[in-house]
């Protein structure tokens, strides 16, 4: 029996992550009023911590992120991370739209971490919209609308002949 799909990242583009600096300025706010053994006035206390930590902060938050990501990895992808595309609708999942595409880590237990989902028909109109260059634009508007319809071609002829089984 295999494990049911996990979603454990969802709508990355929507997380909203201070920066650094926020962080810094949150920590100096916060030992402020602690008794701290510096020499130091309220005017030069924000430069003085700035100087003493910024460049170990800035190591040890790049350490932290490069551990949650590895972690991550190895604790839901079981240390052998697959990037796997994958089309739910074609699955069975009928709350899907069908031209759905999923991005997500396959782990060894064949579950998933789903990382991004779009919409390939929207996906493909918004590129199309963002060209700028007239220049060769119809041409391959055109060469992708007749590989699509070759594809969709495809499809239908993989669809009669299942039917056919």
Known sequence: MSAKPRTIVG???EWDLPSLDDRMDDLIEELKPKKLQLAA???TF???LDGLLQAKVRELGATAANEAICGWLQGHADG????CTEFPYLQ?????EP???VYSVGAEDESRAEIHR???ERALL???ESVRSKRGRRSRLTLMASRLRALASKLEQEAAVRDKR
């Open 126 to 128: 918004d590129a199309v």
């Open 11 to 13: 709508d990355l583009a």
């Open 41 to 43: 006035d309220d005017m």
């Open 92 to 96: 069975g999942h009928d709350d899907s």
């Open 118 to 120: 779009f919409d390939l």
């Open 46 to 48: 924000g430069e003085l």
């Open 99 to 101: 031209l759905t595409v």
């Open 80 to 83: 052998c991370p697959e990037l």
